[in-house]
């Protein structure tokens, strides 16, 4: 996987870039949506691709294996030709799921033992495991194995955790390196700098990742109810050790603000599943603030969702009555406020890129963030 800098903005470590993958590729800065079983829900791949125009999705090891199982995904020729998707695709290695899953799991220097939440079934991963199952996926970019601390957590237990992490790097960085793809497609592995909030933890864990020489690295950890500010102060911390050439992929972040806030710290990749979340609950991000289509106020609002937005729902369904079908619990509701959010999302980070380009991101940014964190 190749990554180029095209352009560096002068009044932050903001960057504009590209990598490129068997399957296409991607610009940066840039979101990715989320397909956790392999699909993004209320949204076919279609549409992906050509409403939303997102570049790369991300699907979960944890999910993957539970459903439909590595053998059908391995019959299938992998996720890519299960799902009919042609672009880039990046896989969590499933440690944030097994991190979700505090009452029924345990952590040993093996791996994670868990039991399934569909069935109740016993389960295992560990470094080798999710390299295996990240393998039979077949996702361009594939994630090192890791343990996920919580919010709050005490300083030795970052520690310790952080320490385990490195040592599932190594041992996931070995069984990457001793296997090989099984499609005809190259693989990237990222591994994840850990340490909570604690700066001198994020600065060993950011060198000891450096270190590793990957394709590209990623930041977890963060966005787990810890303040925005810490958020974007460990991001900088981390952005400034991380080596420039490489791309940077903060885990689960966040909303339009977390995301311009990062960017502006160095991070090139995003995903969240907030926008298509909080879209089928009724929350829209738009141009012009925040939105809760259920509220009484846009009863009779006959205007667009969005004016600005480049989405065609954007213009072909009116406020009021994307807010019938919300409160009415029709099923086009939540399909339409998907596709809004994705959509609004995907072109936010290509505002960003494009200013980045100009030289005008940071006095845009402060002014865009203002903007779209209004509530309306």
Known sequence: MKFEIEALDQGSSARAGVFKTDHGSV????????????????????????DIKASIILGNTYHLNLRPGPEVLSEAGGLHKFMNWDRPILTDSGGYQVYS??????????GAHFRSHIDGSARFL??????????????DIIMAFDECTPYPCEYNKAKISMELTHRWLKRSMDHFNNTQPLYNHTQALFPIVQGSVYKDLRVQSAEVIASFEASGNAIGGLSVGEPHEDMYSMAEVV???????????????????????????????????????????????????IINIKNEKWKSDFNPIDPNGDCYVDKDYSKAYLRHLIVSGERLGAQIATLHNLAFYVNLMEECRSHIIDGTFLSWKNKKVKSITNRI
């Open 27 to 50: 610009k940066t800065p840039v979101f990715m949506p989320v397909g956790t079983a392999g699909t993004v829900k209320a949204v076919h791949q279609r549409e992906l691709r050509d």
């Open 239 to 289: 952005c400034n050790i991380l080596p420039v050439d490489k791309p940077r992929y903060l885990m689960g972040v966040g909303t339009p603000a977390n995301l311009l806030e990062c960017i502006a710290h160095g991070v090139d990749m995003f995903d969240c599943v907030m926008p298509a979340r909080n879209g089928r609950n009724g929350m829209l991000f738009t141009s012009e603030g």
């Open 101 to 110: 899953l505090a009452e029924n799991r345990k952590i040993t220097e093996d």
């Open 126 to 139: 560990s470094p080798e495991t999710s390299i295996d199952l990240q393998r039979v996926i077949g996702a």
